[in-house]
């Protein structure tokens, strides 16, 4: 049954592996939209700061631009030079400073160079801004120059390209910020580049600036995420698959005590796996076969044949035992209908109904059923009800118990001396029959101090003035202690092992019983 179980549970796993995915999948994906929000946001804030610097740098430089073109025309020796001059010093982020007239530069705050972009605007987006390597000073390092005219005067003031770098590279490391003037644009490394730009894919976010016609970028390269969500969220991440881990097993488990188990029945009932063996019982007296026990067997595809003890409870817990019992009187009835001339009448066919069967009028649909099969007073039929699992005295119950006694159904209480029933209960049930427990009857020949339990738990069920069954008889010293004892019916392995309907009818039909009371 364990493994029969398992293969149910192959449905299980995959039910709980689902559900044990769900808190990873779905924490998964709300750390991810979570990581690339942050990321996002950490690109946007870069490139605003980023802006926020690179406009404080060309406001300076405009307004030394602004100084610059109010001296423009006088003549540099002198004055306007040192002013240049001290223009740079002032400022703290320009490298130096160019006043021209008819676009020629006539005064600097540094000798200027022929190198570009000299004054001519279509070096310069929109006329105003340049990035380049080459400096008006001819020093060979990256600058940001600002352009400024006035009539046919015009001023060049270079910022150094540290400081742009230094913009870019010290407000956040990661974020990959770049700064695009025209065809041209710097790196977080100060490398100014002139092929064109593509953006990272992660996060990228652009900024263009509409006063000065810049544009700043930033973003994260392939693979950022992965490294962000692990850093960032790693013990969430460890929690949502511990969560998932936990949820998987709790489920697989609870599926497997619930779920496998009652889908594994539902199947083989669907698929027609149980089958009534029929066990003799035996009149004491005649040592004929008066009757039989039904006992459910299930042939499973892998697993052969499975004892009732390892499905009869499940089948209980999963209220399937009503359908399995039903199934097994038809089946009994179908099997035996084509012996029923061999069957010597009245024989007595017990079956083991479940207390939860008890509950419903079901039972009495099924009797009348089964006895439709044969003919009227041919067969007995008997309903076993265990001493183990008493039956509570609802209405339900009793009205239950009257219909089936108006049909002649006869109740026989099962492993008497194990459980509790009191005197009320069998009288309130018209109990008809008892059935000694085995392990009562085990006990002769072995000890002497056990044998009397048995001779009590016989003393009070031959007292009850009910007929008494011993089941489990196994030996002949067993068969004759509880002969003598007055014992009406015996059962057990001595006489017969339980067998499908065919051998029954072949072999504990035909064949003259073991008993010693006969001649
Ligand atoms: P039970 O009603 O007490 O049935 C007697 C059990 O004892 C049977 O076990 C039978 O094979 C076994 N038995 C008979 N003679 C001997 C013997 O001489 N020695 C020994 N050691 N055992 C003997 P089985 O067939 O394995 O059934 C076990 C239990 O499963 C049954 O006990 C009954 O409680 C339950 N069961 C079987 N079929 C059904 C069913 O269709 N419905 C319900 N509700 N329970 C069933
Ligand atoms: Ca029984
Ligand atoms: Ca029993």
């Known amino acids: 049954m364990n493994r029969a179980i398992r293969y149910s549970s192959k449905k299980a796993l995959l039910i709980a592996l689902v559900i044990g995915m769900i808190p990873s999948i779905l924490g998964g994906a709300l750390v991810y939209l979570k990581s690339n929000a942050d990321l996002s946001g950490l690109s946007a804030t870069a490139v605003k700061e980023a802006a926020r610097q690179i406009d404080v740098m060309l406001e300076e430089a405009e307004n030394a631009s602004d100084i610059l073109l109010t001296r423009a025309g006088l003549p540099c020796p002198g004055n306007i030079s040192r002013q240049l001059q001290e223009l740079v010093a002032t400022y703290r ?3 130096s400073t160019h006043l021209a007239i008819d676009d020629k530069i006539y005064c600097s705050s540094l000798p200027p160079s022929e190198a570009s972009p000299g004054t001519d605007p279509n070096n310069y ?3 105003r801004l340049h990035l380049g390597n080459q400096t008006l000073t001819g020093s060979n390092s990256s600058a940001l120059t ?3 005219a006035l009539n046919n005067a015009s001023s060049l003031v270079e910022i150094d390209g540290r400081h742009i770098q230094d913009a870019l590279h ?3 490391r990661h974020s990959n910020l770049v700064l695009e003037i025209g065809r041209h644009w710097m790196s977080q490394d100060g490398i100014i580049h002139h092929a064109s730009f593509e953006n990272y894919p992660i996060a990228s976010t652009a900024l263009s600036s509409e006063k000065y016609g810049y544009t700043l970028y930033a973003a994260y390269p392939a693979g950022t995420l992965l490294t962000y969500m692990l850093n960032t969220y790693l013990l969430l991440l460890v929690l949502l698959l511990a969560l998932g881990l936990f949820a998987g097993v709790f489920t697989y488990w609870m599926l497997g005590r619930v779920l496998a188990p009652s889908l594994e029945l539902q199947r083989a009932l669907s698929a027609d796996e149980f089958t009534p063996y029929l ?3 035996i009149s004491s007296t ?10 459910a067997r299930w042939y499973h595809p892998q697993e052969g ?4 003890n390892s499905f009869i409870p499940l089948a209980e817990q999963s209220n399937l035992i009503i359908s399995i019992t039903k199934r097994l009187m038809e089946k009994t009835a179908q099997e035996l209908v084509p012996y029923a001339s061999k069957l010597e009448a009245p024989f007595h066919i017990g079956f083991n109904i479940s207390a939860k069967h ?3 009028f079901e039972l009495v649909d099924d009797c009348i059923s089964f006895l439709k099969s044969f003919k009227p007073g041919q067969i007995i039929l008997v309903l076993e009800l265990t001493e183990r699992e008493l039956i509570q005295p609802t209405r339900t119950a009793t009205r239950l118990i009257e219909k089936l006694h108006a049909l002649g159904v006869k109740i026989a209480l099962d492993d008497f001396g194990t459980g509790h029933s009191s005197l009320n209960y069998l009288q309130l049930f018209k109990v008809d029959y008892i059935k000694i427990d085995k392990s009562f009857v085990s006990m002769i020949g072995a000890n002497a101090l056990s044998v009397h339990i048995l001779d009590s738990i016989l003393d009070l069920a031959l007292k009850l003035d009910l007929q008494v069954l011993a089941e489990g008889v196994e030996t002949e010293e067993q068969r004759d202690y509880l002969g003598a004892c007055g014992v009406d019916f015996m059962q057990g392995y001595f006489y017969a092992k339980p067998m499908p309907v065919t051998d029954f009818v072949s072999k504990a039909l035909h064949h003259p019983q073991k008993n010693p009371a006969l001649p």
């Open 93 to 95: 982020f320009l490298r």
């Open 125 to 127: 987006l929109h006329g």
């Open 146 to 148: 600002l352009r400024s």
């Open 170 to 172: 010290l407000i956040d």
């Open 279 to 281: 066990q003799p019982v």
């Open 286 to 295: 005649s040592g004929k076969c008066v009757g039989c026990e039904v006992l």
């Open 305 to 308: 044949s499975i004892s009732p």
């Open 358 to 360: 008890f509950e419903s």
